[in-house]
C-alpha cells in the first residue's frame, strides 16, 4: 500500500518520484490484473448471462430473470471496458502530476530488474546462480588419485573462467570515458540533494541538485557545463542533439527543470532526484516529458 500512496503523492514539487523501481512495477502489476480481468471476468459474467437467459426462456415471466439478465450484460460490459476506462482517466489528469506519464511508461515498458553497472563486470543473473548450485548438488563424488584430482580442477577452473567472462559482458553502449563518467556518477548514489547545493567534482561529496551533480561529474573529467538545467540546455555549443535509439553511456537526458546522466544500460538513468530520494539509479529516463537528448562533445 506504501507504493500506492507514493504514486497518489507524486506531484511536480517531488520531481521524479514515479521513475523508482518498486513503483513502476506496482504499476505494471496492476495493469497486469486489469488485462486479466478483462479476459477471464467477461467470461465468467457471459456464463452467467447464458444461465439467465435460460431461465428467462424457460419462465418468460419471471421478473428476477430480467433483472438478473440486465445485471449480467451491465457487469460483462464494465469489466471488458474497465481497462479502457482507466486509461482514459489517467489521460485526464493534470499535466501538473506525473501519475498520467508514471501509467504511460509502465504500459509500454516490461518489467524492470534493477540492475547496476560495474567496470567491467555485469551483476550475476539468481537463475544461473540457482542452476550452478544444482549441478554441483548432483554432481557424483568419485574417488580419484591426486594426479588426475588436479587435473580435473585445473580443466574446471578454465570452464568456470571462461562461464564467467561470458556471463559478465557488457552491455553497455558508450566509449570508455562515457562508462568512466557514468560509474564515477554511479559512485554518489544514495548521498543527499540539496537544492542549490555547490558541489565541485571531488570524491568529497557535498550535496547538490539535479544540474549541480551533472556538473560536478563532468568537472571531475576536466568538462565545464553551465550550473543550472536550463543554462545547460541552451549550451548547445557544448553538445550534439541525439535520437533515444542511439543513447550512449554519459549522455545527458534534458527536461523541463530537471536533467540527467543516461548510463547507456538501456533507458537507465542516474540522477540527483529530489530531496527524498537524494541521488539514485532509475529504470527509464521516459517517466515525464523530455527536451530533448544530448551528447556532450568529447565524450563519445
Not at 72 to 93: H, M, Q, R, S
Not at 210 to 239: E, M, W
Amino acid at each position: 500500500m506504501s507504493g500506492l500512496f507514493e504514486i497518489l503523492a507524486c506531484t511536480s514539487t517531488a520531481e521524479s518520484c514515479c521513475n523508482d523501481y518498486v513503483i513502476m512495477n506496482f504499476l505494471k502489476v496492476l495493469i497486469r490484473i486489469l488485462d486479466i480481468m478483462q479476459i477471464i471476468v467477461p467470461i465468467i459474467l457471459i456464463v452467467m448471462l447464458s444461465i439467465q437467459l435460460t431461465k428467462l426462456v424457460i419462465n418468460p415471466n419471471e421478473k428476477k430473470n430480467v433483472t438478473g439478465l440486465k445485471n449480467e450484460i451491465i457487469g460483462t460490459v464494465v469489466f471488458f471496458l474497465l481497462p479502457y476506462i482507466v486509461n482514459a482517466v489517467f489521460g485526464l489528469v493534470p499535466d501538473s502530476y506525473e501519475l498520467s506519464s508514471c501509467w504511460k511508461v509502465a504500459r509500454e515498458t516490461p518489467m524492470m530488474a534493477n540492475t547496476y553497472i560495474e567496470t567491467g563486470t555485469k551483476t550475476t543473473n539468481s537463475k544461473n546462480t540457482v542452476a550452478k548450485a544444482k549441478k554441483k548438488k548432483s554432481t557424483k563424488k568419485k574417488k580419484l588419485s591426486k594426479k588426475s584430482l588436479k587435473k580435473i580442477n585445473s580443466v574446471n577452473k578454465n570452464k568456470r573462467l571462461k562461464s564467467k567472462n561470458k556471463n559478465n559482458k557488457l552491455t553497455i553502449k558508450g566509449s570508455k570515458k562515457g562508462i568512466k563518467i557514468v560509474n564515477y556518477a554511479r559512485m554518489f548514489v544514495g548521498q543527499r540533494y540539496i537544492y542549490g547545493g555547490y558541489w565541485n567534482g571531488s570524491p568529497s561529496y557535498t550535496g547538490t541538485d539535479c544540474s549541480g551533480f551533472v556538473q560536478g561529474v563532468f568537472k571531475h573529467f576536466g568538462i565545464n557545463l553551465p550550473r543550472s538545467s536550463q543554462a545547460q540546455y541552451d549550451a548547445t555549443n557544448l553538445y550534439t542533439r541525439v535520437s533515444p535509439n542511439d543513447i550512449r553511456a554519459g549522455d545527458i537526458v534534458f527536461y523541463s527543470g530537471h536533467v540527467a546522466i543516461l548510463t547507456g544500460n538501456g533507458e537507465e538513468i542516474v540522477h540527483a532526484s529530489n530531496e527524498r530520494d537524494g541521488i539514485k539509479l532509475s529504470p527509464t529516463y521516459r517517466y515525464g516529458p523530455i527536451r530533448c537528448i544530448g551528447r556532450i562533445k568529447g565524450v563519445n
